[in-house]
């Protein structure tokens, strides 16, 4: 489920529908489509039960009262809403937002105000900045943003690798340099019982870029595996330069045990929340937001996709997250999808302002990675 346009729309402002959500949408007539997408935006901006009478009263819908409420009453029966007490209006249902979020939903461009902020902050001219400092500091953005909590996931951490360089620090301490072909960087400081200066630490470097254009590993763990299995040859026991350049590279790569997992952030916002904001259903939501391995597997769902993804209610598989929503994009650089950030807010967000935001966010943090 993705859009065209760069602020984060297609020209008529619909997200493209999958087939599920075009056989959905036939069985609805145009005016049931047009009144279940009115009780979808009426509730997300109120957070209260929208009533007939107040939908007949909107442009657009051309209805009596008593229309109205026979065509609520046929959604309704259809399972897209839902009449939470005997006199109050409808909510929507997990199907009913599923329905609206893949055939209904008008998106809206990206705000000037909004666009400004983020390409502010992922602005190229601030200086080479970390991919994992980029990666840590987005979702906060996103919760800037839209008052949701805002989430992210780390790139692999075995992914494909561009260079290994190596740098003198002083005698016994030398700095090896990994920059993956998505933009991560991996600094590690090394201790070296052997001497060695910058000109050989150049060629070290040279060596290990012959080893990748070769294509010897390609991702971090397998580039070293090669490595250590070059170490164990004759030619390298003959050649100290290539051992020592191999040795180097080796340790370089070693796995991270304190590389950051998924990044959250504000998630407390969320039992400000009207529809989350009773006691049982704040602690609900605060259990749903510690499930942050599951919450991974719905971001990796759609770095795997390559495309924008939500997950309604039951949908995020998280126990308790019935009245929650994920909105996730991939995002990259150098062609290479890497990890995805996204939003965790109330089913009744506002998916029209939200869908692009999160968008245009993934596509801001892909090309400063680019770069």
Same mark, same amino acid.
């Given at each position: 489920? &993705? #859009?065209? $346009?760069?602020d ?28 279940? /997408? =009115? ?11 929208? =009533?007939?009478?107040?939908l ?10 008593a &229309?109205?409420? =026979? ?14 007490? !005997? @006199? ?5 249902t997990?199907?009913?937002y599923?329905l609206?979020?893949?055939?209904? *939903? ?14 502010? /902050?992922?602005?190229?001219a ?8 980029? %990666? ?14 805002? *989430? ?10 561009? !260079?290994?360089e190596?740098v ?11 920059? !993956?072909?998505?933009?991560? *960087?991996?600094?590690? %400081? ?20 012959? +080893? ?6 390609? !991702?971090?763990?397998? %580039? $070293?595996?090669a ?7 004759? $030619?390298?026991? =003959? ?8 040795? %180097?590279? #080796? ?12 990044v959250?952030?504000g998630?407390? @916002? ?26 991974? @597997?719905l971001? #990796? ?29 991939p ?8 990890? #995805? ?20 966010t993934?596509?801001?943090? @892909? +090309?400063?990675?680019?770069?």
């Open positions: 489920m &993705s #859009a065209g $346009r760069d984060g729309t297609r020209p008529d402002g619909l997200l493209e529908p999958g087939a599920p959500g075009r056989r959905a949408a036939e069985e609805l007539d145009a005016r049931a489509r047009r009144i279940l /997408r =009115a009780v979808v935006r009426g509730y997300a901006e109120t957070g209260e039960p929208v =009533a007939s009478l107040t007949a009263r909107q442009p657009g819908i051309d209805l009596s009262a &229309s109205v409420r =026979a065509v609520l009453a046929d959604l309704e029966a259809l399972g897209y809403l839902d009449k939470p007490h !005997t @006199s109050a209006g409808r909510i929507p997990e199907k009913g599923r609206y979020v893949d055939a209904l *939903v008008r998106l809206q461009p990206v705000g000037a105000r909004e666009r400004d902020v983020i390409d502010a /902050r992922y602005d190229p601030r200086g080479v900045e970390p991919a994992d400092d980029l %990666l840590a500091r987005t979702p906060a953005l996103l919760h800037a943003l839209t008052r949701l909590a805002g *989430v992210a996931s780390p790139p692999d951490a075995d992914e494909p690798v561009r !260079t290994v190596f003198r620090l002083r005698e016994d301490r030398v700095l090896a340099v990994c920059v !993956t072909r998505g933009g991560a *960087v991996r600094n590690r %400081l090394l201790q070296i019982d052997f001497a060695i200066d910058q000109p050989e630490l150049d060629r070290a470097s040279r060596y290990l870029a012959e +080893r990748l254009r070769e294509g010897e590993g390609g !991702t971090l763990g397998a %580039l $070293r595996e490595l250590l299995a070059e170490l164990a040859t004759e $030619r390298a026991r =003959a050649d100290e330069a290539a051992r020592r350049a191999l040795e %180097l590279g #080796a340790r370089a790569l070693e796995p991270e045990p304190d590389r950051p997992g998924l959250l952030e998630g407390a @916002s969320l039992v400000q929340e009207p529809t989350l904001a009773d006691v049982e259903q704040v602690r609900r939501t605060m259990r749903a937001l510690e499930e942050k391995q599951r919450i991974a @597997s971001l #990796a769902r759609a770095a795997e996709a390559g495309e924008l993804m939500l997950f309604i209610g039951r949908e995020t598989g998280i126990e308790g997250a019935d009245a929650l929503a994920v909105v996730a994009s995002y990259g650089g150098a062609g290479t999808v890497l990890g #995805a950030i996204g939003v965790i807010g109330p089913a009744r967000m506002a998916y029209g302002r939200v869908i692009p935001i999160v968008e245009y993934a596509r801001a943090l @892909s +090309r400063v990675l680019g770069e």
